[in-house]
Every structure is written in structure tokens, then in C-alpha cells.
């Protein structure tokens, strides 16, 4: 037996920082850098193939959105977008997920140094309850701020 979807559980909401009708933004319990965020739709769907097309273009317009907030907010030039479509591709979590990391120069020792970052999830260190919950206040925080 599988074990539940870590993603269509209700602490999820926890890390909840952008909500979209078929999707949601969430805070990355392992970042690799300050702001990582995940967008997945709310329906449990394991892989991107698997989206019908109304789904497959929701999940985009929610990646560009968050995209364009986590960079203004964390005053980002840049953004690296990412999918592990399967688990030969690095997929570790059974829900499709888009990677949205807000990138500014100097924050990896190399600017392709996130993706070894971003396979070797195991290794990454978690944010504490505490953390989380700071990391969501934060960036609701400034897009209130910003007005975004």
C-alpha cells in the first residue's frame, strides 16, 4: 500500500503562500535558496503527461504568477523553473510539482549548482514548523507590501 500523498495533506496549508483556482503555491520544506517555492495543482495528478489540457495550462499560468512574485519579492533577476517528471527523472514526490527558485548572483557557489541541489532532496535541510510558518508570513508580508 502507498503511503498518503504528502502533498493532498492538510498541513500542507501550512506552507500555503498563493492560491489559484485549480492550484496552489507553497513554500519548499527543503530550499535551496531563501524563497523556493513549488506550485501543484490541488487535484492529485502523479504526473505533468497526465494533465488535460485546461490543467496542463492552469499549472503554467500559476508557475509564471508565483514565478513573478517570488522575484519581486525576494528582488530576484531571475528564476530557474523545474519539473522531474517521473522518478527516473528525480521525481520524489508521486504529485506533479513545478520547482519555481528565485535566483540572484552569487547565491550557489555556481549558477547551475541548484539542480544537484534539487535531486539530492534527501539531503537537504528541512525548515522547522517555526520556519515555515515564517517563510509563508514573509512573503505575504511583502506582496502586501508591494501590492502584488
Known amino acids: 500500500m502507498r503511503p498518503p500523498c504528502p502533498f493532498c495533506q492538510p498541513a500542507l496549508q501550512a506552507g500555503v503562500f498563493f492560491e489559484a483556482s485549480d492550484c496552489v503555491g507553497v513554500v ?13 495543482p490541488r487535484r492529485h495528478v502523479s ?6 489540457e485546461d490543467d496542463y ?45 528565485p535566483r540572484r548572483m552569487g547565491d550557489l557557489p555556481a549558477s547551475g549548482a541548484w539542480f544537484e541541489h534539487l535531486v539530492d532532496s534527501a539531503h537537504r535541510r528541512r525548515l ?21
Do not use: K, N, W
Request: proline content about 4%.
Open 28 to 40: 519548499d520544506i527543503a530550499p535551496i535558496v531563501p524563497g523556493h517555492g513549488l506550485v501543484m
Open 47 to 52: 504526473r505533468l503527461l497526465d494533465l488535460g
Open 57 to 101: 495550462d492552469a499549472l503554467f499560468r500559476t508557475v509564471r504568477q508565483v514565478a513573478r512574485l517570488l522575484m519581486a519579492i525576494y528582488d530576484a533577476p531571475a528564476v530557474d523553473i523545474s519539473v522531474q517528471d517521473g522518478a527516473a527523472a528525480g521525481q520524489t514526490v508521486d504529485h506533479v510539482h513545478v520547482h519555481v527558485i
Open 128 to 148: 522547522t514548523c517555526e520556519e515555515l510558518r515564517q517563510a509563508v508570513a514573509f512573503i505575504t508580508s511583502r506582496r502586501r507590501e508591494l501590492g502584488l
